[in-house]
């Protein structure tokens, strides 16, 4: 029995996949719990994918699941999901924005307010303008035209029961991002403050495109007045797991 699955996207972050492992590892070792580590390789076009490899080489806990191109974050963690098998599921990001050091914190607030979920929330953050300000607009707009309602400067990093995500994927009518539908779900949470440093290294996978079609894609589904209606898209090419001996 897996009692922590931890999941992180990745595209094309191979400057930093080394310090994020070698952060990551004995954070989740001093846990003291069953765990695997669960890699979605988001159609990365750089060296990612065989870092990877050479972590689950050594590494039985690791797992890979590697898409047939890039979906998109959203789709990237929905695949992740998917896989996982642990009673608890740690999402993060792969740039080291969001501090693995802060795991235990999540978790006892997990477990310390007896909610299903315990969510991120950015008392300071590190990073561009134009970012922050594409991050403030979207709160706006969610709030105004939206039924999801939930503090602002909260981000992908959270922990939260696998009850609760299969809660999620078991109301039909909702749409939208995954993690969008926790909140449409009414999943109780409990918000943990903490801090969001600077990218560690390279450049991020968003241009303003990029984070202003997520940010639409999270809002349309849920309008008042409904605009559009969207699941998770995505195609797993092949799954990786050393000690399962499966390659799919």
């Known amino acids: 029995m897996i009692e922590l699955s931890i999941i992180i996207p990745v595209f094309n972050d191979q400057e930093v996949l080394h310090e994020l492992y070698r952060r990551l ?5 001093k846990l ?3 765990y695997e580590i669960i890699f979605v390789d988001d159609g990365s076009s750089d060296d990612s994918f065989q870092i990877l490899k050479e972590f689950q080489d ?3 806990n690791i797992r890979i699941v590697k ?3 890039n979906f998109g974050q959203s789709n990237a963690i929905t695949a992740g999901l998917e896989y996982s098998k642990g009673d608890i599921i740690v999402i993060m990001d792969s740039d080291l924005q969001d501090r693995p050091e802060d795991i235990p914190k999540l978790l006892n607030a997990l477990e310390e307010n007896d909610v299903q979920m315990a969510v991120a929330k950015w008392v300071s953050r590190k990073g561009s303008i134009i970012k922050k300000i594409i991050s403030n607009m979207f709160f706006i ?3 105004i035209i939206t039924k999801i309602h939930h503090p602002p400067n909260m981000g ?4 939260f029961k696998k009850e609760a995500y299969e809660t999620v994927k078991n109301i039909p009518e909702l749409s939208g991002t995954t993690l ?3 909140y449409r779900a009414k999943i109780n949470y409990k918000t943990v403050d903490l801090h969001r440093d600077k990218r560690y290294a390279g450049r991020g996978g968003y241009n303003l495109h990029r984070m202003f079609k997520l940010a639409f894609d999270r809002i349309l589904p849920h309008t008042r007045i409904q605009l559009a209606k969207r699941k998770p898209d995505y195609k ?3 799954y990786f797991a050393k000690s399962e001996r499966t390659n799919e």
């Open 156 to 159: 992908i990093f959270r922990a």
């Open 25 to 29: 590892k004995p954070v989740v070792f």
């Open 141 to 143: 707009i969610s709030n």
């Open 58 to 60: 050594k590494d039985e």
């Open 180 to 182: 969008s539908r926790f």
């Open 32 to 34: 003291g719990k069953s």
């Open 67 to 69: 898409l047939v191109k």
């Open 236 to 238: 797993v090419e092949s």
